[in-house]
């Protein structure tokens, strides 16, 4: 948490001082239109549902979107979620002896590794509202993204020698869960000049209205298809690859 917390510091550091040099040039680029490749990371602080099942998650992905000289931007993105926090220990209580060890088909204690992994898909729509002096393309950026959300518990036997988490009998206990999702993101977006460093960063929240989808959990002895609200709060930074078509520009001699 200490290193998130400097990183983030450093991030918005960097981010101020490039705004303010953004904010205070008399010269403004126009706004651009074309493609971009967005490039992102960030880290997720879950809450509701969410945070009885995993702690802090990191969130990596990409969107290619279109933006219009108007200031839109559309288009599909794709994260992945990824964590080792798991909150929710019982799961595996009917594979322990009365210590809580997990054994083995020799009955030996062994260990195994778990770990969040997710995903969101959807479509996101975006607003820049300008309020630099130097570019059109920079400001304010709100998105609003729709679609779909995965995630579950993965077991790693690495020696496998645990038959009850072999194949299909591992669905017994991942937890698995999507459904559908909305986010809100809200940040700054920068595009540099001379096309060099072009970025965003900020803050968002996503609320994913999902079920549990496995038809029997061996643990509590029962399907797992109740509703959840699952809640991530999340700081998230990108960079943009962006594919702007440029203005032949007029050369006149004297």
Not at 37 to 66: E, H, K, Q, S, W
Not at 110 to 137: M, P
């Amino acid at each position: 948490m200490k290193r998130i917390c400097i990183l983030v510091v450093l991030a918005f550091s960097a981010f101020s001082s490039i705004a303010q040099n953004d904010l205070f040039t008399e010269e403004k680029t126009p706004a651009h239109k074309g493609f971009i490749i967005n490039a992102n990371g960030g880290v997720d602080f879950p809450a509701a549902d969410m945070a009885d099942r995993f702690g802090t998650n990191y969130r990596i992905g990409g969107a290619i979107l279109y933006k219009t000289k108007t200031n839109w931007m559309f288009g599909p993105k794709i994260d992945f979620l990824l964590g080792n926090n798991i909150k929710e220990d019982s799961f595996l209580i009917n594979l322990t002896d009365d210590d809580g060890a997990l054994i083995n088909q020799d009955g030996q204690p062994v260990g195994i590794n778990t770990y969040e992994r997710g995903y969101l898909i959807g479509i996101q729509g975006s607003k820049i509202f300008n309020i630099s002096k130097s570019n059109a393309d920079n400001g304010i950026l709100i998105t609003t993204t729709v679609g779909f959300m995965q995630h579950k518990i993965n077991l790693f036997d690495r020696e496998k020698t645990i038959p009850q988490l072999r194949r299909d009998y591992r669905k017994g206990y991942d937890r698995l869960t999507n459904g559908m999702f909305v986010e809100q993101y809200i940040g700054y977006n920068f595009f540099a000049q001379d096309g060099l460093i072009n970025f965003h960063i900020g803050l968002n929240v996503t609320a994913g209205f999902t079920e549990g989808r496995r038809d029997f959990l061996f643990d509590v002895q029962r399907p797992d298809h109740g509703s959840r609200l699952d809640v991530l709060f999340g700081i998230r930074a990108g960079w943009y690859f962006p594919i702007f078509k440029r203005k032949s520009e007029e050369i006149f001699f004297e």
